[in-house]
């Protein structure tokens, strides 16, 4: 099992990506804590659940710090649909609050155990819908995760020469219950799928084992000689 014997923390962890990460990394001997701003979203996991804000530095501080992972996959992020002209400020606090800063917030809290220890793996949940590649109505979230990569890269810079990684995995569409919501929102759901669908190179979405998959190897010691990459899992989109 490629992550025996180690601690892992990860955030949104109730569904979707970040619910498959967490079994995955069950499955492959972690010690896992799940986290979820709905901590009922986290039942029948097997591992330790909690509930928390992703948002809120002092929670994330205080929870992350009494684990002292070995391995922090941050998982938490919103989609908004927007045009530059229809970006508010309200939204752009709210997707920076939650794609970048929470993400600054437990990358705080975990390093000073990984340095202690010299060995650790930071997993950045990004998008190909950043400075990838230009999406339509995906301003707000694109900048945002434009951000994510290039907080990726600077603490792959300042941390790799004491044994920490920090990797990023830019998904591209999955089938996840975000992207259910945006469907629902269309007035014709089936053909809003089917849209969707019809856009992908490989003619299918992706699905979230698919990105966990990944992680897991970006988490483990296969990947020791690995930082600051913007690894692309998005079905040869940007290909």
Same mark, same amino acid.
């Given at each position: 099992m490629r992550l025996e014997g180690k601690k892992v923390f990860i955030t949104a962890a109730g569904q979707g990506i970040g619910r498959a990460i967490a079994e995955a990394c069950i499955t492959e001997g972690a010690s896992v804590v799940a986290t979820d701003l709905d901590a009922a979203l986290l039942e029948g996991l097997n591992c330790d659940i909690a509930q928390m804000d992703a948002t809120n530095e002092e929670a994330v501080s205080r929870k992350v710090r009494a684990v002292d992972p070995d391995v922090l996959i941050n998982c938490a992020g919103f989609v908004h649909t927007d045009t530059v002209l229809q970006v508010t400020e309200d939204n752009l606090d709210f997707a920076f609050d939650l794609n970048v800063k929470a993400m600054i917030y437990t990358m705080q809290a975990a390093i000073p155990g990984m340095l202690d220890r010299a060995d650790g793996s930071i997993v950045n949940l990004a998008s190909i819908a950043s400075s990838t590649k230009g999406f339509p109505n995906r301003c707000t979230y694109g900048l945002t995760k434009?951000?994510? @990569? =290039?907080?990726?890269?600077?603490?792959? +810079?300042?941390?790799?020469?004491? =044994?920490?990684?920090?990797?990023? @995995?830019?998904?591209?569409?999955?089938?996840?219950?975000?992207?259910?919501?945006?469907? $629902?929102?269309?007035?014709?759901?089936?053909? +809003? $799928?089917?849209?969707? @669908?019809? $856009?992908?190179?490989?003619?299918?979405? =992706?699905? +979230?084992?698919? @990105?966990?998959h990944m992680a897991i190897y970006l988490a483990s010691d296969e990947s020791k000689y690995m930082t600051g990459q913007e690894v692309r899992v998005d079905g040869g989109t940007t290909a």
């Amino acid at each position: 099992m490629r992550l025996e014997g180690k601690k892992v923390f990860i955030t949104a962890a109730g569904q979707g990506i970040g619910r498959a990460i967490a079994e995955a990394c069950i499955t492959e001997g972690a010690s896992v804590v799940a986290t979820d701003l709905d901590a009922a979203l986290l039942e029948g996991l097997n591992c330790d659940i909690a509930q928390m804000d992703a948002t809120n530095e002092e929670a994330v501080s205080r929870k992350v710090r009494a684990v002292d992972p070995d391995v922090l996959i941050n998982c938490a992020g919103f989609v908004h649909t927007d045009t530059v002209l229809q970006v508010t400020e309200d939204n752009l606090d709210f997707a920076f609050d939650l794609n970048v800063k929470a993400m600054i917030y437990t990358m705080q809290a975990a390093i000073p155990g990984m340095l202690d220890r010299a060995d650790g793996s930071i997993v950045n949940l990004a998008s190909i819908a950043s400075s990838t590649k230009g999406f339509p109505n995906r301003c707000t979230y694109g900048l945002t995760k434009g951000a994510v @990569i =290039g907080l990726t890269k600077s603490v792959a +810079a300042d941390y790799m020469t004491q =044994g920490i990684r920090c990797n990023c @995995i830019s998904p591209g569409t999955v089938d996840s219950p975000s992207l259910q919501d945006r469907l $629902r929102a269309h007035d014709n759901y089936e053909q +809003a $799928r089917k849209d969707f @669908i019809a $856009r992908q190179p490989m003619m299918r979405l =992706g699905k +979230a084992q698919e @990105i966990a998959h990944m992680a897991i190897y970006l988490a483990s010691d296969e990947s020791k000689y690995m930082t600051g990459q913007e690894v692309r899992v998005d079905g040869g989109t940007t290909a």
